[in-house]
């Protein structure tokens, strides 16, 4: 009886929007940037696929589950990168599946300096587990829920501001209204990363990031510790500890390191201060990121060549 009417209750709020299937939320900006803003060029000198999962409120049967696959190729010559990904978010009996290809295009303004550009489109499906009501539910069927079912296209824009040291972004996702079997509302969203060099070895990154979905405001604050390997011939960050604070409702925790020069890994743990923090274990997130070399050289004259913080760096 638990289960049943946790369930329920995890669906109906789905449906209301308290936790909407296309505001998915992730904690580590790996996935949130990667899901989020089409315009985020996270490498120039590699290509990069990205694997992550959320499990919210784990031990709550019902709660959500979000899944992402994602992979972007940048082509040098044409200032280019193209983007494939995947997201699967699963939340009661209700589920969305989000296929998307994006586009950025990249403009150097000054010395490690850029301006990305970027679009994106794709499908959004949604629809549900009968056989999950049937196992659970014998009084109601997936029509008395009102469930929505069906399939619509989806369309988002984005940009980026990296400077050395700085990096602004904002994107607006799901700018098309849907059908009305699957209708969509605007998701807007912006952030912003300073990174202070304290010492050769150790970085300070404070961030901010804020969305609004259906008028509705939420702010992240978030602040990073990176600890930097070899800062001098090749200054990438080995690991990084993070601890960050979402007004009002959930405070986290978060690390990764870089295994290889090929493979990093990351982790998130969310408290939620709300009702639901009873009865679950948290909310975890977890994910890795492969990076592929590219075989040719950068064809931009200025790139890696700054001592201070870049997102993109190189072997001096």
Same mark, same amino acid.
């Given at each position: =009886?638990?289960?049943? +009417?946790?369930?329920?209750?995890?669906?109906?709020? !789905?449906?209301?929007?308290?936790?909407?299937?296309?505001?998915?939320?992730?904690?580590?900006?790996?996935?949130?940037?990667?899901?989020?803003?089409?315009? @985020?060029?996270?490498?120039? =000198?590699?290509?990069?696929?990205?694997?992550?999962?959320?499990?919210?409120?784990?031990?709550?049967?019902?709660?959500?589950?979000? @899944? @992402?696959?994602?992979?972007?190729?940048?082509?040098?010559? !044409?200032?280019?990168?193209?983007?494939?990904?995947?997201?699967?978010?699963?939340?009661?009996?209700?589920?969305?599946?989000?296929?998307?290809?994006?586009?950025?295009?990249?403009?150097?303004?000054?010395? #490690?300096?850029?301006?990305?550009?970027?679009?994106?489109? /794709?499908?959004?499906?949604?629809?549900?587990?009968?056989?999950?009501?049937?196992?659970?539910?014998?009084?109601?069927?997936?029509?008395?829920?009102?469930?929505?079912?069906?399939?619509?296209?989806? !369309?988002?824009?984005?940009?980026?501001?990296?400077?050395?040291?700085?990096?602004?972004?904002?994107?607006?996702?799901?700018? +098309?209204? /849907?059908?009305?079997?699957?209708?969509?509302?605007?998701?807007?969203?912006?952030?912003?990363?300073?990174?202070?060099?304290?010492?050769?070895?150790?970085?300070?990154?404070?961030? *901010?990031?804020?969305?609004?979905?259906?008028?509705?405001?939420?702010?992240?604050?978030?602040?990073?510790?990176?600890?930097?390997?070899?800062?001098?011939?090749?200054?990438? #960050?080995?690991?990084?500890?993070?601890? #960050? *604070?979402?007004?009002?409702?959930?405070?986290?925790?978060?690390?990764?390191?870089?295994?290889?020069?090929?493979?990093?890994?990351?982790?998130?743990? #969310? @408290?939620?201060?709300?009702?639901?923090?009873?009865?679950? *274990?948290?909310?975890?997130?977890?994910? +890795?990121?492969?990076?592929?070399?590219?075989?040719?050289?950068?064809?931009?004259?200025? *790139?890696?060549?700054?001592?201070?913080?870049?997102?993109?760096?190189? =072997?001096?």
């Amino acid at each position: =009886m638990k289960k049943q +009417l946790a369930i329920i209750i995890l669906t109906l709020c !789905a449906l209301t929007n308290i936790q909407a299937q296309e505001d998915v939320l992730f904690t580590n900006k790996q996935l949130r940037l990667n899901y989020m803003n089409p315009a @985020y060029v996270p490498e120039i =000198m590699y290509a990069t696929f990205t694997l992550g999962g959320r499990f919210q409120w784990t031990g709550l049967d019902g709660a959500p589950r979000t @899944y @992402y696959a994602g992979g972007k190729y940048f082509f040098m010559g !044409a200032h280019s990168q193209v983007g494939l990904s995947f997201l699967s978010d699963e939340i009661g009996y209700q589920y969305t599946r989000n296929p998307k290809l994006s586009f950025a295009f990249m403009v150097p303004i000054g010395d #490690d300096s850029y301006v990305n550009l970027g679009v994106g489109g /794709g499908l959004m499906n949604r629809g549900y587990d009968a056989e999950k009501i049937k196992e659970t539910n014998t009084l109601h069927t997936a029509e008395s829920y009102e469930i929505p079912k069906g399939t619509s296209p989806d !369309a988002e824009v984005g940009f980026e501001l990296l400077l050395q040291n700085f990096e602004l972004g904002a994107s607006a996702n799901h700018l +098309l209204k /849907g059908t009305e079997e699957v209708p969509l509302h605007s998701l807007y969203s912006g952030y912003v990363n300073y990174y202070f060099q304290t010492s050769e070895w150790w970085r300070l990154a404070p961030s *901010y990031f804020v969305y609004n979905y259906r008028d509705r405001w939420k702010h992240q604050l978030s602040l990073y510790f990176y600890y930097i390997f070899d800062y001098q011939w090749h200054p990438n #960050d080995l690991f990084y500890v993070g601890a #960050d *604070y979402r007004f009002e409702y959930e405070g986290s925790i978060m690390a990764g390191v870089n295994l290889f020069e090929w493979l990093s890994v990351f982790y998130s743990y #969310d @408290y939620f201060f709300g009702n639901l923090r009873h009865g679950n *274990y948290g909310t975890h997130e977890i994910g +890795l990121e492969f990076r592929i070399p590219q075989k040719f050289q950068s064809c931009f004259a200025n *790139y890696g060549q700054s001592k201070k913080y870049t997102r993109y760096t190189r =072997m001096r």
